[in-house]
């Protein structure tokens, strides 16, 4: 469907009134004159063939290629499409995940309250929060492997640095992913 239609849709559901108000609600989220948030199919979620030596639960990111893969073994693997660190916020190296959390409130780190100084100190978990539906937290960094209330922002790079998935990925990824699993950023 395409974008016009899409800001007609939710204009239309804003004057339908009160009965709708929940979805007109909903589709003010969504910055429909800047960009569509249909997204790019290459991003869809999907199993496919993988090889490497790394064991099955084994996260494996590609900030350049926008994917992340988690190992199933026998060759396979679940691909991902993410959205990365912007300029000057990207990075590599491999850590573990050390905690996992469903619907996590989202404290701004200090370093980023300094650059956006109108951000809250803390928002509660919910369809709002940066964090979305679900986290995985990497080692003792800042960064995490989460959900994002910005689907659109898939297959760009948007971020402080963390990897970003759409909610019903992260969900799919949660059930996949171990506290202690080995996670590869490239």
């Known amino acids: 469907m395409h974008f016009r239609t899409i800001a007609l849709a939710a204009l239309a559901l804003s004057i339908a009134g009160t009965a709708f108000s929940g979805a007109a609600v909903a589709a003010k989220k969504f910055n429909f004159t800047a960009q569509s948030w249909k997204l790019n199919r290459k991003f869809d979620r999907k199993e496919v063939d993988y090889s490497t030596n790394e064991k099955p ?3 494996i990111i590609s900030t350049r290629r926008k994917f992340l893969w988690i190992v199933k073994g026998n060759g396979r693997a679940i691909r991902y499409g993410i959205g ?5 916020f990207k990075w590599n190296g491999t850590e573990t995940i050390t905690r996992k959390a ?3 409130a989202w404290r701004p780190p200090q370093e980023m309250l300094e650059r956006e ?3 809250p ?14 986290a995985l937290y990497l080692g003792n960094t800042l960064y995490r492997i989460h959900g994002t209330a910005q689907p659109w922002t898939i297959g760009t790079s948007v971020s402080s640095g963390c990897i970003r998935l759409t909610n019903e990925n992260i969900i799919d990824l949660y059930k996949h992913a171990q506290v202690g699993a080995k996670v590869i950023v490239d």
Do not use: F, H
Request: glycine share 22%.
């Open 57 to 59: 639960g084994t996260i």
């Open 84 to 88: 990365v660190g912007r300029w000057g």
């Open 102 to 104: 469903t619907w996590p």
């Open 117 to 119: 100084p109108d951000l």
């Open 121 to 134: 100190k803390v928002m509660p978990g919910g369809p709002d929060n940066p964090l979305g539906a679900r």
